[in-house]
């Protein structure tokens, strides 16, 4: 008990006996129930099988027995601590909130080393914060204004005065336009920090079932919050570094603005700039991308590791610097990992990609155009607009992901694209351009871009047909492969699934007869 003792003893509460907070008042059964736990104490010190760190827990009705804090709920808004945040006891006390019933102890700890029964913040940053979005997208439970007054003094910014009251009463700016990054952190509950109390399986079992969690730990046993949820902070940005300014560029936006607590950082205005390429590189979809045709095909790289910089390493500045630096990609980049035999792999993947990508995009067009003077039925052209808005969709991301990030993903996207062109094109009844023949459609594409080059032999010349092939006729017989392939491309018998995944497809047969009767 000593660290506790010692936080009780520079605490506010060091002239209140112990018993008063941790005995609460009650009936005559209460306090021997009371007695015998106390007892139960002695025998644990004189045994040594006490815990290291004892747990206590404190009863709403010893805050607000008589001589003690028995008016709080009565006081209304009242200004707490040293930061000046407002707050009212009763609806926090007598109200769910969140769906939870809070205690007294729920916000001052019993349990910080250091500090005994004072308010933690943490737990209010919780509260206040979690799942209330980030950044610029950032609506703190009640709002700001809630905690804070609103400043009242003027501020200078460079040689410029200021009135937050102007700012936000009179034009209705939010906080959070300007003070940016004042909090971080998510207030997530890791599994394993039920590992610190609990080691019971069918207790562990139920983690995922959250207003047990809360109910069990939160209303009846005035458990922190914080023992189990990751901390959230809040503050205002801290000042940058004192770094001096180039000379005759004036000061550093942190440094003319820190002693308003203002943010610049890029993230908060360019967000997502890059999710797209990493969707398609890492293949996973977007939602609204995603379907039952489109397989998570990863890239080789992604597979290997391979970070951004793996191929962007090539510096390009933007005016002279002055708009900052990109690392652009590079066919260096094939050939310090693959070497010379590469060299035109990269060159061959992108042209393929712009070439599909321009011909998809060229039936997209034709499709809008008979669309838009289709006089076909309404059913019809509802399954028209609906087929060529899928392929928009897809041709849209294939532009903003660059398809070289991933070409075999690429391929199987703009096939399907190219299907939803073809179903809209049978819905108007019309004959849109045939662009089957497009490498990355075909699936010829692992043949022109990389097979050619690096000398690898596919396809063969001839492959022996099975009997388990199911096709009698030409059963035990060498077909010949490389006249097929050369004549309908790949993806006619084959799903290409990735680097040397190249399965025969289950409906191969069909394709077969379309020419063997």
């Known amino acids: 008990m000593e660290p506790y003792y010692q936080a009780w003893k520079t605490s506010k509460h060091n002239n209140v006996p112990c018993v008063d907070c941790h005995y609460p008042p009650g009936s005559y059964k209460t306090l021997l129930w009371r007695k015998f736990q106390a007892l139960s104490q002695v025998v644990k010190y004189v045994t040594r099988t006490y815990s290291s760190k004892p747990y206590s827990e404190v009863e709403d009705a010893s805050c607000l027995s008589s001589g003690c804090h028995s008016t709080r709920l009565l006081e209304g808004m009242v200004v707490v601590g040293s930061k000046g945040v407002r707050f009212d006891h009763k609806p926090h006390l007598t109200e769910k909130r969140r769906d939870k019933q809070l205690s007294y102890t729920s916000c001052h700890s019993q349990v910080v ?79 394993d920090r039920c590992f610190t109390c609990h080691n019971q399986p069918e207790k562990l079992a139920r983690y995922g079932d959250i207003p047990f969690i809360h109910e069990n730990h939160v209303t009846k046993h005035k458990v922190a919050c914080f023992h189990c949820h990751q901390e959230i902070r809040h503050s205002s940005p801290a000042k940058a570094a004192e770094a001096p300014a180039s000379a005759g560029s004036g000061p550093h936006p942190s440094q003319a603005s820190a002693a308003v607590g203002i943010s610049f950082d890029c993230f908060y205005c360019h967000q997502d700039k890059h999710s797209t390429q990493l969707e398609l590189y890492s293949g996973r979809l977007p939602e609204d991308i995603k379907s039952s045709s489109l397989p998570e095909t990863a890239s080789p790289m992604f597979k290997a590791g391979v970070n951004c910089i793996g191929c962007h390493y090539k510096d390009k500045s933007e005016n002279g610097g002055f708009s900052g630096h990109t690392q652009k990609a590079s066919e260096q980049a094939c050939l310090k990992c693959h070497g010379e035999k590469f060299k035109a792999t990269w060159g061959h993947v992108r042209d393929d990609v712009r070439g599909a990508l321009k011909q998809l995009a060229g039936k997209i067009e034709a499709a809008k155009a008979e669309l838009a003077r289709s006089a076909r039925p309404t059913d019809e052209l509802k399954k028209a607009r609906l087929a060529l808005a899928r392929a928009v969709r897809l041709e849209q991301f294939l532009g903003a992901a660059h398809g070289e990030h991933n070409v075999y993903l690429t391929s199987v996207i703009i096939r399907e694209a190219d299907r939803s062109l073809v179903s809209a094109g049978r819905a108007l009844a019309v004959e849109l351009t045939d662009i089957s023949a497009e490498p990355l459609i075909s699936g010829s594409y692992c043949a022109t871009q990389c097979h050619g080059e690096v000398g690898v032999k596919v396809p063969p010349e001839t492959v022996h047909v099975p009997a388990s092939a199911g096709i009698p006729s030409i059963a035990g017989k060498a077909m010949p492969h490389k006249a097929h392939a050369d004549m309908m491309g790949c993806v006619k018998c084959h799903d290409i699934g990735g680097h040397k995944s190249v399965p025969l497809r289950k409906d191969y047969r069909e394709t077969c007869k379309e020419c063997h009767k």
């Not at 005994?116 to 737990?123: A, L, R, S």
């Not at 997208?137 to 007054?149: A, Q, Y």
């Not at 003094?153 to 940016?180: E, I, P, W």
């Open 113 to 191: 080393v250091g500090r005994h029964v004072e308010v933690t913040y943490d737990t209010c940053y919780l509260c206040h914060f979690k799942n209330m979005g980030a950044g610029r997208e950032l609506k703190p439970l009640g709002g700001c204004l809630s905690c804070h007054n609103l400043p009242v003094k003027d501020f200078k910014l460079g040689n410029m005065s200021y009135n937050h009251k102007d700012f936000v009463t009179k034009q209705n700016v939010a906080c959070r336009n300007c003070h940016l990054g004042v909090v971080s952190g998510n207030g997530a509950a890791p599994k």
